[in-house]
């Protein structure tokens, strides 16, 4: 299992946490939308600002597409192209903006179409593709997941399991649901949230994260673990720190 961090920055705030993630000794950063957008989708542009830190965008892009369905392989489409071009070997789609309608159901099923288009396009470049649970969306409940994973070849595309979204959406057991969707999994968010429903620092909330953590090495997981970092009132390297050691303590990271 691969170790990852992601924190939500201000775009020119991007190298800042790069620096951050490699001091604190995480192999990757998924990198937010709008740090990598801030680079155009430009190679060249993100190896420069990156540095000698480029490397760490190995823990992948997260993309927030539209509402609109039909508009998310022009939105991800492109983002792809740049994972390739920067060595950032997944796409997180994170739904958040899709809203509950009468028609949820033909909206999953047409989520899972697009995601197979996206993925097989992805597959080419190397690049793998998921779906990211989110509070919300059509994707809150196991039942709403289950309707779009039913229509995915998990040779082509797969699940992010965010474990802040799950317990916001009332997910009790996520380890049952990991493994429910282990053959989906290509990515794991963890995410902690304190007693009123807010993102907190790893290990200073309500959850009790050890078992997802446990349940992830006996599925055998060998993907990425990513730290959704997206505590507000915490600085970058006090929450880098904070996640480092719950991870040790966890028996996750040396």
Same mark, same amino acid.
């Given at each position: 299992?691969?170790?990852?961090?992601?924190?939500?920055?201000?775009?020119?705030?991007?190298?800042?946490?790069? @620096?951050?993630?490699?001091?604190?000794?995480?192999?990757?950063?998924?990198? %937010?939308?709008?740090?990598?957008?801030?680079?155009?989708?430009?190679? =060249? %542009?993100?190896?420069?600002?990156?540095?000698?830190?480029?490397?760490?965008?190995?823990?992948?892009?997260?993309? #927030?597409?539209?509402?609109?369905?039909?508009?998310?392989? =022009?939105?991800?489409?492109?983002?792809?192209?740049?994972?390739?071009?920067?060595?950032?070997?997944?796409?997180?789609?994170?739904?958040?903006?899709?809203?509950?309608?009468?028609?949820?159901?033909?909206?999953?099923?047409?989520?899972?179409?697009?995601?197979?288009?996206?993925?097989?396009?992805? %597959?080419?470049?190397?690049? =793998?593709?998921?779906?990211?649970?989110?509070?919300?969306?059509?994707? @809150?409940?196991?039942?709403? !997941?289950?309707?779009?994973? @039913?229509?995915?070849?998990? $040779?082509?595309?797969?699940?992010?399991?965010?474990?802040?979204?799950?317990? %916001?959406?009332?997910?009790?057991?996520?380890?049952?649901?990991?493994?429910?969707?282990?053959?989906?999994?290509?990515?794991?968010?963890?995410?902690?949230?304190?007693?009123?429903?807010?993102?907190?620092?790893?290990?200073?909330?309500?959850?009790?994260?050890?078992?997802?953590?446990?349940?992830?090495? $006996?599925?055998? #997981?060998?993907?990425?673990? !990513?730290?959704? =970092? $997206?505590?507000?009132?915490?600085?970058?390297?006090?929450?880098?720190?904070?996640?480092?050691?719950?991870?040790?303590? @966890?028996?996750?990271?040396?």
């Amino acid at each position: 299992m691969k170790i990852g961090i992601s924190r939500f920055s201000r775009p020119e705030e991007m190298r800042q946490v790069l @620096e951050a993630a490699a001091k604190f000794g995480f192999a990757g950063v998924q990198l %937010k939308e709008n740090q990598y957008r801030a680079q155009g989708l430009d190679v =060249e %542009k993100f190896m420069g600002s990156a540095g000698n830190f480029a490397k760490l965008a190995a823990g992948g892009l997260i993309a #927030y597409p539209p509402g609109d369905l039909n508009r998310w392989i =022009e939105h991800v489409g492109p983002v792809i192209n740049f994972a390739a071009g920067i060595g950032a070997g997944h796409v997180c789609i994170c739904s958040g903006g899709v809203r509950k309608d009468d028609a949820v159901d033909d909206k999953h099923r047409l989520a899972g179409k697009i995601l197979m288009e996206l993925g097989r396009t992805a %597959k080419k470049l190397g690049i =793998e593709i998921s779906l990211h649970n989110h509070e919300g969306s059509i994707w @809150e409940t196991e039942q709403d !997941i289950a309707k779009t994973a @039913e229509c995915l070849d998990p $040779e082509f595309a797969g699940l992010t399991v965010d474990t802040g979204h799950c317990a %916001k959406c009332g997910i009790k057991d996520i380890p049952a649901m990991i493994r429910r969707f282990k053959k989906y999994l290509v990515n794991v968010h963890l995410k902690d949230v304190d007693a009123g429903g807010n993102f907190c620092a790893l290990g200073t909330g309500t959850q009790d994260l050890g078992p997802v953590i446990k349940v992830l090495d $006996e599925i055998g #997981y060998a993907k990425w673990l !990513i730290v959704d =970092e $997206e505590s507000k009132n915490v600085p970058v390297e006090q929450a880098f720190d904070i996640a480092k050691k719950y991870l040790q303590k @966890e028996g996750a990271l040396r």
